[in-house]
């Protein structure tokens, strides 16, 4: 569990620390033109971000509620990591729709781990 545990914290971190580096920076496209879709997207993320963190410490720490709240977690940023990228795929910056691909795969083996390992032994 130690995989899925610190992949969803690292990632609930990360997408934190990516999200104020952009906005401290200015370099946030569209945020003029597409303001209030942007506050609805930020708001799914920071929700995104810090289930990811706080599911990924429950988990590290065995707590009973991990047992929904990380597939719930991951499931979110699953979600995140299929749309997200399209943003970039229409700018045509194929490494970041990349960096998203890479990050997908690994959310679904951190999910397959855990699911795993919550199975019945046989199943």
């Given at each position: 569990?130690?995989?899925?545990?610190?992949?969803?914290?690292?990632?609930?971190?990360?997408?934190?620390?990516?999200?104020?580096?952009?906005?401290?920076?200015?370099?946030?496209?569209?945020?003029?033109?597409?303001?209030?879709?942007?506050?609805?997207?930020?708001?799914?993320e920071l929700v995104t971000?810090?289930?990811?963190?706080?599911?990924?410490?429950?988990?590290?720490?065995?707590?009973?509620?991990?047992?929904?709240?990380?597939?719930?977690?991951?499931?979110?940023?699953?979600?995140?990591?299929?749309?997200?990228?399209?943003?970039?795929?229409?700018?045509?910056?194929?490494?970041?729709?990349?960096?998203?691909?890479?990050?997908?795969?690994?959310?679904?083996?951190?999910?397959?781990?855990?699911?795993?390992?919550?199975?019945?032994?046989?199943?």
């Amino acid at each position: 569990m130690k995989f899925a545990s610190g992949y969803a914290i690292v990632v609930g971190a990360l997408m934190l620390i990516v999200w104020a580096f952009l906005l401290v920076a200015g370099e946030v496209p569209d945020i003029q033109t597409q303001f209030l879709a942007l506050v609805f997207h930020w708001a799914a993320e920071l929700v995104t971000a810090l289930a990811l963190i706080a599911s990924g410490l429950a988990l590290w720490r065995n707590k009973g509620w991990a047992a929904w709240g990380f597939p719930l977690a991951m499931g979110m940023l699953i979600y995140s990591l299929i749309n997200s990228p399209g943003f970039y795929a229409q700018a045509q910056e194929w490494g970041m729709v990349g960096l998203f691909a890479v990050l997908l795969a690994l959310a679904v083996v951190a999910l397959a781990l855990f699911v795993r390992r919550r199975l019945p032994s046989g199943t």
